[in-house]
Nanobody, 127 residues
Framework: QVQLVESGGGSVQAGGSLRLSCAASGHTNTPACMGWFRQAPGKEREGVASVSRGGTITNYTGSVKGRFTISRDNAKNTLWLQMNSLEPEDTALYYC????????????????????WGQGTQVTVSS
């Protein structure tokens, strides 16, 4: 059974940084895509960033481009999200997700493409 466990969330002031981690276990092959998603209170879950198996193809939602960086280390079964210049609008519960289906040439930011999910880690940014 694949398990994804997020960590690294917390409370920071606007302009600060956090680094989220996602540890994966229980799988025998490497997911084609991994992604970070977030859900703020009263809002739908949205894709934040995604990365391909080799780490060379990334995808970011517009509001985080230039501020967030997604990366992964398959040997360590770990996914990261470096978040800089945080804004109050970044406050949300952040989830990591894995897609073990065959690679289609890109990694989606739509949650329907991911078949395993973590429980989430809370990020709170105060102004």
């Amino acid at each position: 059974q694949v398990q994804l466990v997020e960590s690294g969330g917390g409370s920071v002031q606007a302009g600060g940084s956090l680094r989220l981690s996602c540890a994966a276990s229980g799988h025998t092959n490497t997911p084609a895509c991994m992604g970070w998603f977030r859900q703020a209170p009263g809002k739908e879950r949205e894709g934040v960033a995604s990365v391909s198996r080799g780490g060379t193809i990334t995808n970011y939602t517009g509001s985080v481009k230039g501020r967030f960086t997604i990366s992964r280390d398959n040997a360590k079964n770990t996914l990261w999200l470096q978040m800089n210049s945080l804004e109050p609008e970044d406050t949300a519960l952040y989830y990591c997700a894995a897609d073990f289906t065959p690679f289609r040439g890109y990694c989606s930011l739509r949650d329907v493409g991911y078949n395993y999910w973590g429980q989430g880690t809370q990020v709170t940014v105060s102004s």
